[in-house]
């Protein structure tokens, strides 16, 4: 994946790889140690029905893992970011 500055990630819109608005990313969840983002931390959708995601007070968290697109939009495998 290109190298981006976490600052112009923040406020772009997650949707998923079939379409599906998720929501605007407000922060990251990084390994201090490491240096790897560990998670995103999304302010969903009004719409979005978050019992299929792991949930952290009124966000939304999705593995970095998931993401497979970075540009106009943070695209994230569905099946992936969803909680198991």
């Known amino acids: 994946?290109?190298?981006?500055?976490?600052?112009?990630?923040?406020n772009k819109q997650v949707m998923s790889s079939d379409g599906m608005?998720?929501?605007i990313l407000s922060n990251l969840v990084i390994d201090v140690n490491t240096g790897?983002?560990?998670?995103?931390?999304?302010?969903?959708d009004m719409g979005l029905?978050?019992?299929k995601?792991?949930?952290d007070d009124?966000?939304?968290?999705?593995?970095?893992?998931?993401?497979r697109a970075i540009k106009d939009y943070i695209?994230?495998?569905?099946?992936a970011s969803m909680a198991s």
């Open 36 to 44: 790897n983002i560990i998670d995103l931390v999304i302010k969903p």
């Open 21 to 23: 608005t998720i929501g």
């Open 49 to 51: 029905d978050k019992e």
């Open 1 to 10: 994946m290109m190298q981006i500055f976490a600052k112009n990630l923040r």
């Open 75 to 79: 695209v994230v495998d569905k099946k």
């Open 53 to 55: 995601f792991k949930v």
């Open 58 to 67: 009124d966000f939304v968290l999705i593995s970095f893992d998931a993401v």
